[in-house]
């Protein structure tokens, strides 16, 4: 079965970084998309990113030239790089996996998600 754990998350002063990971398996890798999705307090889950391979990334206006996700398939790890955070960033933030990438659809086909992971940016 999936499963999806994060660590990484904290607390950070605008402006600052953080690099979120996740411990991923379960799944075939070279079928399924790995992301992150968000949920901010009082807010609906949004969706930030998908990533097929490292030729294949998407990312949510929001976050497109502060974030970056990469992926090691060998450490079965997948991870987001979170740069110039801003207040609005913060949220707990869940590694996520799904086949496929359709944003017409909830959460661009991210259904499977972790526990998360906190990021509060203040």
């Known amino acids: 079965h999936v499963q999806l754990v994060e660590s990484g998350g904290g607390l950070v002063q605008p402006g600052g970084s953080l690099r979120l990971s996740c411990r991923a398996s379960?799944?075939?890798?070279?079928?399924?998309?790995l992301g992150w999705v968000r949920q901010a307090p009082g807010k609906e889950p949004q969706w930030v990113s998908s990533?097929?391979?490292?030729?294949?990334?998407h990312y949510a206006d929001s976050v497109k030239g502060r974030f970056a996700i990469s992926r090691d398939k060998a450490k079965g790890m997948v991870y987001l790089q979170m740069n110039s955070l801003q207040s609005g960033d913060t949220a707990l933030y869940f590694c996520?996996?799904?086949?496929?990438?359709?944003?017409?659809?909830?959460?661009?086909?991210?259904?499977?998600w972790g526990q998360g992971t906190q990021v509060t940016v203040s």
């Open positions: 996520a996996t799904g086949e496929g990438f359709d944003c017409s659809g909830a959460y661009c086909s991210l259904h499977y």
């Open positions: 379960g799944f075939t890798w070279s079928t399924y998309y």
């Open positions: 990533l097929y391979n490292e030729s294949n990334a």
